[in-house]
């Protein structure tokens, strides 16, 4: 019988995949996607999401593939420009998500996980148990069309933002408020760029740029305005160009593929699973990528969903999701914090001044506020 059931294989569940299997768990993992897939992100790994890779044994091709990057510029109204590096030995990567997400697959694979591409997860097999509904497994839709019910001992839910999973059991759902969607595409031919994340914050808007490997630059539009994303590819284009420090820089600018888009962003998981469930990366919740570091997110969460569905195989699953809500909560609630407030700051422009000059007057204090944010230090 198969012990764990992952559904998807994004970084969390590729993570969690390699984990269990590395352990000696009889692991199946499914996704709807045939890899290597695109994925809409801002492509950057920071020093925390580095150092987990690092730590799986899992860095190498990264860190020959991945473009380096020493840290953030952050840009604001009224020319702020804010420039701080993670701090010594300290270095992200930029990389194609369609490249890391593969990668990470085949490592699954290679330690020993089953894989099966193409498959959708389309709800949970949920019995009732002697203290209330167990997940048991989930549903696919089989080659012929036809539902197909597949066991497990224990299920993680990695399906993602908008998890069939978790939406489906009333485990997560998207709030009201934050309401933000998201384009991105990839240029070639971008002027001034640096071994630097670029956070440009504007009235109700945000643009990410990021340099990548093989002259591409990755650029992604985060909005509160919902107008437009029938054309995804003018919305961001018309963004660039009419962005005061940005319009320059994207003239000679060549797009190489549309740009895709997503929404609404933010997504509440309201627990960290329920009898039989587990929940990792986005599908545990998500608020919006300005700090860069979902991917961390998404890692961390895989291997602590993995810890505890490792445990309950030996030890019985019932309160397994009341043990990985409190040591996700031990893990990232002081960072989630943090987040929050560095998003606070940055939606006013006079703090992002007040930032500015800060970072002139004490840059050791500004370095370790990237630090920080880039997960290279506890916060
Ligand atoms: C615009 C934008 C920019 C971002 N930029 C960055 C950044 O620069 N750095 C960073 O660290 N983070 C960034 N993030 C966040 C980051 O992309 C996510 O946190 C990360 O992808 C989460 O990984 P995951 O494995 O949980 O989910 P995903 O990467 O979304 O993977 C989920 C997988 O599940 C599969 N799936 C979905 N539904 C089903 C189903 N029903 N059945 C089977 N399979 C299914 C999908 O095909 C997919 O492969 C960004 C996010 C956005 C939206």
């Known amino acids: 019988m198969i012990e764990a059931i992952i559904a998807g294989a994004g970084p969390a569940g590729s993570v969690a995949a390699l984990t269990l299997a590395r352990a000696g768990a009889r692991v ?12 809409l992100c801002g492509d950057t790994l920071n020093p925390g999401a580095m150092a987990i890779l690092r730590r799986l044994g899992l860095d190498a091709r990264v860190e020959q593939r991945g473009l380096r ?13 804010v420039e701080g590096n993670y701090g010594p030995g300290l270095a992200g990567r930029a990389l194609l998500r369609r490249e890391l997400d593969a990668w990470l697959l085949a490592a699954a694979i290679d330690a020993g996980a089953h894989v099966e591409e193409g498959v959708s997860v389309q709800e949970a097999l949920v019995y009732d148990g002697a203290a209330g509904p167990e997940v048991r497994g989930v549903v696919v839709k089989g080659r012929d069309g036809r539902p ?44 001034g760029l640096s071994p630097h994340g670029e956070m440009h914050v504007r009235r109700r808007h945000y643009i990410g740029v990021a340099p990548l490997p093989d002259g591409l630059v990755n650029a992604c539009l985060v909005t509160e305005n919902r107008r437009g994303f029938d054309d995804p590819t003018s919305l961001l284009q018309r963004a660039l160009a009419a962005d005061p420090l940005l319009g320059d820089r994207f003239v000679r600018a060549r797009l190489v593929q549309p740009a895709v888009s997503l929404g609404p962003l933010a997504v509440d998981a309201r627990a960290a699973g329920m009898p039989g469930l587990l929940l990792a990366g986005d599908a545990a919740g998500f608020i919006d990528p300005m700090t860069g570091d979902g991917l961390r997110f998404a890692q961390r969460g895989g291997e602590l969903a993995a810890g505890v569905a490792l445990e309950s195989l030996e030890k ?15 893990e990232f609630e002081r960072k989630q914090r943090f987040d929050r407030a560095l998003r606070a700051i940055v ?12 970072a002139r007057l004490a840059p050791f204090l500004l370095e370790r506020i990237i630090a920080v944010a880039g997960d290279a230090v506890s916060a």
Not at 316 to 330: F, I, M, Q, T
């Open 347 to 358: 939606a006013r422009p006079a703090a992002v001044s007040a930032g500015a000059v800060a």
């Open 28 to 39: 199946l993992l499914l996704d709807r996607a045939r890899f290597p897939r695109d994925k």
């Open 69 to 81: 990057l020493d840290g953030m510029i952050v840009t604001g109204r009224g020319g702020v420009r």
């Open 148 to 191: 197909l019910r597949i066991p497990a001992l224990v299920t993680i839910a990695a399906d993602g933002r908008r998890s069939t999973l978790a939406f489906s059991l009333g485990l997560a759902g998207h709030p009201d408020r934050p309401r933000r969607w998201a384009a991105g595409a990839y240029f070639q031919d971008v002027d």
């Open 316 to 330: 019985g699953a019932a309160a397994a999701h009341v043990r990985l809500a409190d040591e996700r909560r031990a």
